[in-house]
């Protein structure tokens, strides 16, 4: 398990990571959600131990990470822009990650290079983009860590790809329980690969959130009732987070379990009824309005 307690970092006059106390569980996908300068990179540099905290401490599986090449070997940052040797090739950055972590999978970084079309005597500097990224992401997969620190891991890909890389890490997560850490300002971009989802702002935790509770204990109602007394039926009792009404179409926003919801509605005469997924946008969106934000203004999808 990663632990944070009570991180702060500033750069000058900006507060870059401010009180932030997070717990990433082993075997699950944690989505780490901000929008740029919301702290994110601060926060996986200061995990992987990159950079020290002003104050707070970061404890993977109990043991404090900065300045202790022991747990750094159970980790691999990728950073949203990873450095790499000038002129090396795919080739060469694997020998070099081979000497670091020990076990480094050679055979298997060659084998996910073919899968990808990936050429491993070519110059990285060559590559676009979108190649630099996915050379390293496979290079983090294949160097064994126990985790796995992806800043912005999809941007740049082509969906395909992201699929592939969404795969592999499902892969990895079953033969050996890798646990990837995955930051970025994109929700949609972790709607279908993340367990736990922790919102940055501002340097701060808004909230973290185990994404299957959240969707349980929360649900959509499109309907539309026949009088305004029906209205107040069904809604008596319930703990409504959202509720819009264009024209007669009431679109509800629901904290409470599915069959609890659903006999609260049966109450009243309706035209039309119909519960509807929650999109994990939509439950942010929810949860963090309820607290005094609205995560339309910082998050971009």
Known sequence: MIELIELNKAFDDIKAVNHVSLKIADGEVFGLVGTNGAGKSTTLRIIAGVIKPDSGVVCVDNRPVYDNPDVKKDVFYISDDQYFFPNSTPDDMAGFY??????????????????????????????????????????????????????????????????????????????????????????????????????????????????????????????????????EKALEGLDVLIHDKRGRLHTITVRGERTDVENAFKRADMVFFEMLALTLEEIFISETEVVGYDIRKFIMG
């Open 98 to 231: 081979a000497s670091v972590y020990e076990n480094f999978d050679k055979e298997k970084f060659n084998k996910f290079l073919t899968g990808f079309g990936l050429d491993k005597d070519r110059k990285i500097n060559t590559f676009s983009k979108g190649m630099k990224k996915q050379v390293s992401i496979l290079l983090g997969l294949c160097a064994g860590t126990k985790y796995l620190l992806c800043d912005e891991t999809f941007d740049g890909l082509d969906p395909v790809v992201r699929q592939g890389v969404k795969s592999l890490f499902a892969a990895e997560m079953e033969d050996r329980g890798l646990t990837p850490v995955i930051a970025s300002h994109n929700l949609r971009e972790l709607e279908d690969i993340c367990d736990h989802v922790g919102l940055l702002h501002k340097g701060g935790v808004i909230l973290s959130e185990d994404i299957s509770d959240m969707k349980l204990n929360m649900q959509k109602i499109q309907c539309v009732f026949n009088t305004d007394e029906d209205e």
